[in-house]
């Protein structure tokens, strides 16, 4: 083979090396921002619940009481429209970016989010129906599902807000 001939297929494959690499890196970093945005994102809205917990833990305790002390007329609940989790509902195909552990979590907050607003959402359509012991039993599934979900996601959230930096 002639030495120019050689020189040019060299060239053509370090050229080719080169952008191989740099897509690579480029595909890297890519990731690893979108993980630090996913992860941050996920962190802001879940910590958006939280200074509803308490709240929401008092009207369960106390319609739980009522029903005990068989004054169940004196609770009343509104309509409760079921709030939508905006980044979750947009995020859950890419959850895979925070890995495992992290996708595992965020998904078991998220589920015991729904339960729980499920439920809510049936006793505030359906308490004056609902027996003693039905209203009973669904008052206590939903404060043990928003206590599971606040359980796991206050160290998920640290975990997160870590993971973005912020």
Do not use: W
Not at 10 to 16: F, N, W
Not at 25 to 43: C, G, N, P, Q, S
Request: proline share 4%; hydrophobic share 50%; glycine share 4%.
């Amino acid at each position: 083979m002639s030495d120019p001939l050689l020189a040019a297929i060299i060239a053509a494959s370090a050229a080719l090396i080169v952008a191989f690499l740099n897509s690579i890196l480029a595909e890297v970093f890519r990731r690893y921002r979108d993980r630090k945005a996913l992860a941050a994102a996920i962190a802001g809205e879940l910590a958006s619940y939280e200074p509803a917990l308490p709240i929401i833990q008092q009207i369960l305790r106390t319609t739980i009481q009522a029903i005990e002390a068989e004054a169940r007329n004196t609770i009343v609940f509104r309509p409760f429209e079921k709030p939508k989790d905006f980044v979750f509902e947009k995020a859950v195909e890419r959850l895979g970016l925070l890995g495992p552990k992290f996708a595992e979590d965020v998904v078991y907050v998220y589920s015991n989010l729904n339960a729980f607003r499920v439920s809510f959402g049936l006793i505030s359509t359906h308490f004056i129906e609902m027996s003693d012991a039905e209203a009973h039993a669904r008052c206590a599934a939903c404060l043990d599902a928003v206590e599971r979900a606040a359980q796991r996601g206050k160290p998920l959230i640290a975990a997160l807000k870590k993971v973005a930096g912020t």
